[in-house]
């Protein structure tokens, strides 16, 4: 079974709020520690603009503003991760899980996640980072009242998330408030430890 292979790699789940850093963090781990960066945002778009069948069932459903299926998103991860699973010194799930679902099904797919970095800032500075993009990013969703909804979507759907996976004890907690370095060495010192 294709999966088999992920078996022992080490699976990082990164959580955070829009405008918290993650995509940065994440860019500096790949760099330091030759993980493997997967986005399932970034899946999906490529996906869509390879024009295959999946990529043309998913641009329809995307079109239509409907979520794509659970199943489809892991198949897809499954497959990016065990096309790197020879070369990759681990992986870096960035924005997922969404919900307590997702986590349960990405384990019964692929595999349990070595650790949960949840790269938390607060509210304010989220607003403050995401406004500031948006003076040069030109993402429509980047004005306070859309952010304002962003951040109550994103606390809600994963509170339970980090809820469940501090449980099993794998949840490290990063305060995104300081510079991007001060962030870097709380993740160095959570993914040092496991070696």
């Known amino acids: ?46 996906e869509v603009s390879s024009g295959s069948e999946r990529g043309k069932k998913l641009s329809a459903i995307m079109e239509k503003g409907e979520l794509v299926p659970l199943d489809t998103v892991l198949d897809m991860l499954r497959d990016a ?10 992986f870096l799930i960035d924005g997922y899980p969404r919900e307590v679902k997702q986590g349960a099904e990405f384990e019964k797919k692929i595999a349990p996640p070595t650790l949960l970095l949840y790269v938390d800032a607060g509210k304010d500075t989220m607003v403050k980072r995401l406004l500031k ?32 996976y501090e449980k099993r004890g794998i949840v490290r907690k990063l305060s995104a408030e300081g510079s991007v370095d001060d962030v870097f060495v709380q993740v160095c010192t959570h993914l040092d430890a496991l070696k």
């Open 1 to 46: 079974m294709a999966t088999e292979k992920l078996k022992n790699s080490k699976i990082i789940f990164v959580v955070g709020g829009p405008g918290s850093g993650k995509g940065t963090q994440c860019e500096k781990i790949v760099q330091k520690y030759g993980y493997t960066h997967l986005s399932t945002g970034d899946l999906l778009r490529a």
């Open 81 to 90: 991760m065990v096309a790197k699973a020879d070369i990759s010194k681990g």
């Open 133 to 164: 993009r948006g003076e040069t990013s030109g993402r429509v969703d980047d004005n306070e009242e859309t952010i304002k909804k962003r951040l109550d979507t994103y606390y809600k759907a994963t509170e339970p998330v980090i809820a469940f």
